[in-house]
């Protein structure tokens, strides 16, 4: 049966948070402690090839959106990301390192929200799913980088991840009103979930194996 909207959403994100709350913390960050260099390295290539491959496959599903104006709020979304991807491989290159490559699973991360052709489920994954939880690493990360890096967050990065939340729930607003958009939202939050976890726990792995 069809929820109302408000209520689905609601519901979505505490599922959301109950299962991320139960992971551990390295399979949910990046930078779950204080960073020393080698770490902070590997934790900003993650963060590069993250904002690159989405800002490309962001701009992509912008032309998936109907509305005009959730089309316009996504291509404001790409322009964010773009400039994500700018500033960490800025740092990362102020730190003398190059980018590197992307991890499989990140890669898989990526193609897996590609597969999502419904505008309810991309918003659902990667917006309103994955996001939120973006937020609270972002706050981690003023926490747990040196100061020069914390400062790259705090002043190019989080502000903007608070409007790419909104921008879920206001696509999930917009298209989660039957029964089949509110199986298949819940459908790609629950895959995109399992996604994201794994791409972490390859960030960790290869940490700790210092390679
Ligand atoms: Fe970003
Ligand atoms: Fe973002």
Redesign the pocket.
């Known amino acids: 049966m069809v929820k109302e909207v408000k209520q689905f959403i609601k519901d979505l994100g505490d599922e959301n948070e109950e299962y991320f709350t139960n992971q551990s913390k390295w399979a949910t960050t990046y930078w779950a402690e204080e960073m020393d260099l080698n770490s902070t390295i590997h934790a900003l290539r993650m963060r590069y090839w993250n904002?690159y491959v989405?800002t490309e496959v962001l701009a992509k599903f912008m032309f998936r959106v109907s509305d005009p104006t959730l089309r316009m709020m996504v291509g404001r979304q790409v322009g964010?990301?773009a400039k994500?991807a700018f500033y960490m491989k800025k740092r990362i290159e102020e730190l003398g390192y190059d980018v590197g490559s992307p991890l499989a699973e990140q890669l898989e991360f990526y193609k897996t929200l590609e597969s999502f052709t419904y505008p309810e489920e991309f918003f659902t994954a990667q917006q309103f799913t994955v996001e939120t939880q973006s937020v609270k690493r972002n706050e981690q990360a003023l926490e747990n980088f040196d100061e020069v890096t914390a400062e790259v967050f705090r002043k190019h990065?989080n502000n903007?991840?608070v409007f790419h939340v909104r921008l879920g729930h206001a696509g999930m607003a917009y298209y989660c009103i039957s029964e089949e958009a509110q199986l298949r939202a819940t459908t790609a939050a629950r895959i995109i979930r399992e996604k994201h976890v794994a791409m972490s726990l390859a960030n960790y792995k290869r940490l700790k194996e210092k390679v």
């Open positions: 904002e989405g964010d990301e994500h990065i903007d991840e």
